[in-house]
């Protein structure tokens, strides 16, 4: 069965320093991979999507992800870490199309 | 473009009284639909999914039940309200042909007390 597991549930860093929130997965084929990102009290949005087309894959706000199938992981980074990237970062996976499977989420904190 | 919109935004309601939450999707046409329950500290539940009209899936047994009388048009409801009700809902589309990317609404905060 497909699974996602997201190995941080809390990741802290400085403002302008790098981010890494990490989501192996699990899949008997290659599957399609998703982050979104969920700010206090809102409904999650989209920050990118793995279809296989491109192992890197870039999204908004500066975020990006690669596909690393030897690892079976698909962690997302960022360069330089805002204020306001802080949020719950959830690492998703679907299966039959129609559903989403949804990882823990990690919740990323940025100090000033 | 499309746009999803869920109400209301907070709800408070006592234990035992009934429930209705509402979410509706513009700019497209047979759209899938999904409730999500996201209860504190804690990852999103899928709790039913319609491909169509009337065409309701329920994920997990529980207290709540949904309804699609129009196609853009997504009701989760309880007849009899449940401390464990109480979290965050979450609607969702996404497009019918193979898209497997979901939209969410801005959500609901129900509290039971």
């Known amino acids: 069965a497909q699974s996602v597991t997201q190995l941080d549930s809390h990741v802290s860093v400085s403002e302008g320093t790098p981010v890494l929130l990490r989501c192996n997965y699990s899949?008997?084929?290659?599957?399609?991979l998703f982050w979104y990102v969920q700010h206090p009290n809102k409904g999650l949005q989209l920050l990118l999507k793995?279809?296989?087309?491109?192992?890197l894959v870039k999204g908004i706000n500066g975020f990006e992800a690669e596909f690393k199938k030897s690892e079976t992981s698909f962690h997302l980074t960022k360069p330089s870490a805002h204020m306001s990237d802080a949020a719950e970062y959830f690492c998703v996976t679907s299966y039959n199309t129609d559903k989403l499977i949804f990882g823990t989420g990690t919740r990323l904190q940025v100090f000033p | 473009s499309q746009t999803i919109h869920q109400w209301p935004a907070t709800l408070v309601q006592p234990v035992g009284s009934p429930l209705s939450l509402e979410c509706t999707v513009e700019?497209?046409?047979?759209?899938?639909l999904y409730w999500y329950r996201q209860a504190a500290g804690r990852g999103l539940q899928l709790l039913f999914y319609?491909?169509?009209?009337?065409?309701i899936s329920s994920e997990v047994p529980q207290n709540l039940s949904a309804s699609r009388p129009q196609d853009r048009q997504f009701i989760l409801s309880s007849k009899k309200l449940l401390l464990s009700d109480s979290g965050f809902y979450l609607c969702a589309w996404s497009f019918l042909a193979g898209g497997e990317t979901q939209y969410f609404g801005p959500g609901t905060r129900l509290l039971v007390l």
């Open positions: 899949s008997s084929y290659s599957p399609s």
């Open positions: 700019g497209t046409s047979n759209p899938n």
């Open positions: 793995y279809t296989s087309a491109a192992t």
């Open positions: 319609s491909v169509g009209i009337g065409q």
